[in-house]
Structure formats: structure tokens, C-alpha cells
């Protein structure tokens, strides 16, 4: 079972009206794959996913690096597990 982005707001009165274009911020230490990784996944919650549009932030120091992709969101549900399979990657640290 997955965990809902926001668990106070019941899953018939989302904010979010469907499709629309989504952003997600993911963040992780910049390791070659990751970027190849989180495009894997989008991809695979979203068969639409252009990865051209794939927007990188390195951190000050450069040990991280931020990644912002936009899927299109179909439900509440893809979203939920959309969050949940990149905060499980080994790769990630935050999903925002």
C-alpha cells in the first residue's frame, strides 16, 4: 500500500486536477546514473515522459545534485506511487 503525498486531504477532494503537467524535485549525491535512474522511473509512471525536459541544480558544493522532472499526472494514486518508488531509489535522498 502506498503512502499518499498528503494523507490529511482524502483522496476524492485533491487539489490537483487530472492530467496535468507535474513537477517533482528529487534530490540526491551527484553520482554518475542518477539523472539515467530517476528518468527510468518517470518514465515508467508516465510512458510520456520527455526526459529533454529534465531541469538540473548542482548544490553549492557540488556533492548533490537536484533534479526537477514533469510528468503528466493521470491520478492521485500514480502519484503516490510515483513518490514512494523515488524515495525507496538508493540513489535519492528527497523527494520534494
Known sequence: MSTPINPDI???ES???YPSQFPIK???VKVDGLV???SMIAH???PT???STIEL???KGGKYLGVTITVTATS???LDELYRTLSTHPMVKVVL
Open 10 to 12: 482524502p483522496r476524492n
Open 15 to 17: 487539489l490537483i486536477e
Open 26 to 28: 528529487v534530490m540526491g
Open 36 to 38: 539515467h535512474a530517476i
Open 44 to 46: 515508467q509512471f508516465d
Open 49 to 51: 515522459f520527455d526526459a
Open 57 to 59: 541544480r548542482e548544490s
Open 76 to 78: 492521485r494514486e500514480q
